[in-house]
T-cell receptor, first 116, second 113 residues
Framework: EAQVTQNPRYLITVTGKKLTVTCSQNMNHEYMSWYRQDPGLGLRQIYYSMNVEVTDKGDVPEGYKVSRKEKRNFPLILESPSPNQTSLYFCASSQKPGGGGNSPLHFGNGTRLTVT | AQSVSQHNHHVILSEAASLELGCNYS??????LFWYVQYPGQHLQLLLK??????LVKGIKGFEAEFIKSKFSFNLRKPSVQWSDTAEYFC???????????FGTGTRLLVSP
């Protein structure tokens, strides 16, 4: 089954404790992206990747890191989480950037992060 | 920079009522347009999309949307909503130049039985 898998689904942590949210897709998509969803703000892009070893900042990259060493994986790293990073995070992938062509974005099930 | 506006943040309807959710975007070039739906506790799923051709697009579950280029709009419609349509709906725009998908802030729809 074609899917984007994120882990964990829920995470509670404390300020400053490094964490990684994993994302993996099995569709051989070149484009992957991370979004955060906050009430009243919709989805905002954190980072995206056009292909292996090619990553770039989205609209709200501060406090986040990503890597794309393999095509299928695109982990999101919070080196020193802060309470303002409490949010719902979604990973997404598509064959073309931003869901172009006939390949719309496929989303993972989300990771709800709470930073105390 | 491109932006997307969804004017209704919360909509409450009774079953069988008609639905129209507004979406306007600000970008003068060629765009691809999308509506995504997020059911409670779930991830976003594609409802429908417009790339070119007939500006009236039909999607899943009886939804449709009309692209009006002169108004920079892509409103979502459904003639008769059901309780199961309770969800949050996101309009998204992708400019073919920037190749970036920008989402609106979402509209929460509550359908009462």
């Amino acid at each position: 089954e074609a899917q984007v898998t994120q882990n964990p689904r829920y995470l509670i942590t404390v300020t400053g404790k490094k964490l990684t949210v994993t994302c993996s897709q099995n569709m051989n998509h070149e484009y992957m992206s991370w979004y955060r969803q906050d009430p009243g703000l919709g989805l905002r892009q954190i980072y995206y990747s056009m292909n292996v070893e090619v990553t770039d900042k989205g609209d709200v990259p501060e406090g986040y890191k990503v890597s794309r060493k393999e095509k299928r994986n695109f982990p999101l790293i919070l080196e020193s989480p802060s309470p303002n990073q409490t949010s719902l995070y979604f990973c997404a992938s598509s064959q073309k950037p931003g869901g172009g062509g006939n390949s719309p974005l496929h989303f993972g099930n989300g990771t709800r992060l709470t930073v105390t | 920079a491109q932006s997307v506006s969804q004017h209704n943040h919360h909509v409450i309807l009774s079953e069988a009522a008609s639905l129209e959710l507004g979406c306007n975007y600000s970008y003068g070039g060629t765009v691809n347009l999308f509506w995504y739906v997020q059911y409670p506790g779930q991830h976003l799923q594609l409802l429908l999309k417009y790339f070119s051709g007939d500006p009236l697009v039909k999607g899943i579950k009886g939804f449709e949307a009309e692209f009006i280029k002169s108004k920079f709009s892509f409103n979502l419609r459904k003639p008769s909503v059901q309780w199961s349509d309770t969800a949050e709906y996101f309009c998204a725009v992708r400019s073919t130049g920037f190749q970036k998908l920008v989402f609106g802030t979402g509209t929460r729809l509550l359908v009462s039985p």
